[in-house]
């Protein structure tokens, strides 16, 4: 078995991304690999050892990837590693933070606790905090990393150009967590619209202050796109108060092809996202934030 002093080990499905946070961090990179037996029970193996270990994964559609992931950090461990990092851009079950329902599990404690037995430092990008106010609350005794995903799609909009008259909507009062440090990074105005969610795909979007929008391009900013719901109903009320122009910028793009027609049909003229989550919408690259990140720690 090789040995490296500081590595980043991807899987397959992220072995791209996972090899540019390499590049970034001027670490060697591997890939754990996974096999799969015929009664669905994974083997897991790092080709590596290293003292300093990265474990690069986005965790959506997270249950069978979790796994594999706690199989990972075990065998990174027993090999020697001193530090682990588990770098999961998109970070699942961070909603589920309170028991809504009585007999309900509180999911969000629960991953929390369990990843916190397996590594040192959690990365996530634009985690979906409510209730648990900072990322290091979610992981008990360990430390962990909130990147801004709204930063990132600033620095592309600052690269590529958007009108100065932008009107910068986050689709519902919790996104101005997105939508404000978007629109402060590149000078545009912003304001929140208010959202009721009467299901998994049907939301009631209404805008406080609809006549700002008229007459000018409204770039819709949120951290997700699921079912697309929210999207294509802050869309609706955005053109109906007169917007020119309907697009998206959005940190996690978590939607099929069924919700990207959808969105299509909505008038959207088009959606900007990070590669936190693989994804055909994808144009901004997280890896220089992230080794930001985790060269920034001590
Ligand atoms: C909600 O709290 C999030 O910020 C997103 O607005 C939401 O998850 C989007 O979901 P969907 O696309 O299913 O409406």
């Known amino acids: 078995m090789r040995h490296f002093s500081k590595a980043v080990f991807g899987f397959a499905e992220c072995r791209g991304e996972a090899a540019a946070l390499a ?8 890939e754990v690999s996974v096999h799969r037996f015929p009664d669905g029970e994974s083997l897991v193996r790092v080709p590596a050892a290293a003292k300093d270990a990265i474990l690069y994964r986005p965790l959506h559609h997270p249950n069978p990837k979790l796994v594999e992931v706690i199989f990972a950090l075990s065998a990174l461990r027993a090999n020697g590693a001193k530090r682990i990092i588990l770098v999961a851009p998109y970070l699942p079950y ?37 209730r648990t106010r900072t990322i ?13 995903g709204a930063l990132a799609l600033a620095r592309y909009f600052k690269g590529n150009g958007i009108a100065k008259d932008t009107f910068v909507l986050g689709p519902d009062e919790e996104a ?14 912003w304001g929140t619209a208010v959202k009721k969610r009467r299901g998994d795909n049907k939301v009631a979007v209404r805008l406080p202050n609809a006549a700002r929008l008229k007459g000018r391009p409204v770039l819709i900013v949120d951290d997700v ?21 309907v697009a998206a910028a959005v940190v ?24 936190g989550v693989p994804h055909p919408s994808n144009k901004v690259a997280l890896a220089p934030d992230l080794a930001a990140a985790i060269k920034a720690l001590r």
């Open 176 to 189: 101005y967590r997105s939508a404000q440090p978007f629109a402060e990074a590149l000078r545009l105005q």
């Open 94 to 130: 961070m909603r589920q933070d309170k028991v809504f329902w009585p007999c309900e599990a509180l999911s969000q404690k629960v991953l929390g606790t369990m990843l916190s037995r397996w590594c040192d430092v959690i990365v996530a990008v634009e985690p979906h905090l409510h």
């Open 252 to 275: 996690h793009a978590l939607y099929d092809r069924r919700a990207a027609q959808a969105i299509k049909r909505a008038g959207i003229r088009s959606v900007v996202s990070c590669d």
């Open 23 to 30: 590049r970034a961090l001027k670490a060697r990179s591997a």
């Open 225 to 245: 796109i699921s079912t697309g719901a929210t999207v294509i109903a802050a869309a609706s009320v955005a053109k109906r108060a007169g917007a020119t122009s």
């Open 136 to 148: 290091t609350g979610v992981f008990p005794g360990r430390r962990g990393v909130a990147v801004s």
